[in-house]
């Protein structure tokens, strides 16, 4: 099982990314997904998850608005489009999927926000 993130960079306040998750070893599109991050001296939180069976969303209230979380099942592949960036995004983003009881991580991909 692999879950691989890529899409992060340095961008300015204001700017936009999309992360991208990579996923194989497992169905996808039975998998419930997730993205996490952990900023300096924090501890990782939840940031949006999808459903897999009627691609529900949910957001955590910092990032509703800004950010859309979205899956290609046939990609095998869940994205995070991080609009209207403040530095306190600045974080290692984390993809996450959960399918048949097991919980599954990637080795994150690092979000710097900054003027």
């Known amino acids: 099982v692999q879950l691989v993130e890529s899409g992060g960079g340095f961008v300015q306040p204001g700017g936009s990314l999309r992360l991208s998750c990579a996923a194989s070893?497992?169905?996808?599109?039975?998998?419930?997904m997730r993205w996490y991050r952990q900023g300096p001296g924090k501890e990782r939180e939840l940031v949006a998850g999808?459903?897999?069976?009627?691609?529900?969303?949910f957001y955590i209230d910092s990032v509703k608005g800004r950010f859309t979380i979205s899956r290609d099942d046939a990609k095998n592949t869940v994205y995070l489009q991080m609009n209207s960036l403040k530095p306190e995004d600045t974080a290692v983003y984390y993809c996450?999927?959960?399918?048949?009881?097991?919980?599954?991580w990637g080795n994150g991909t690092r979000v710097t926000v900054s003027s």
């Open positions: 996450f999927g959960r399918y048949l009881g097991m919980a599954y």
């Open positions: 070893g497992f169905t996808f599109s039975s998998a419930y």
């Open positions: 999808i459903t897999n069976y009627d691609y529900s969303t």
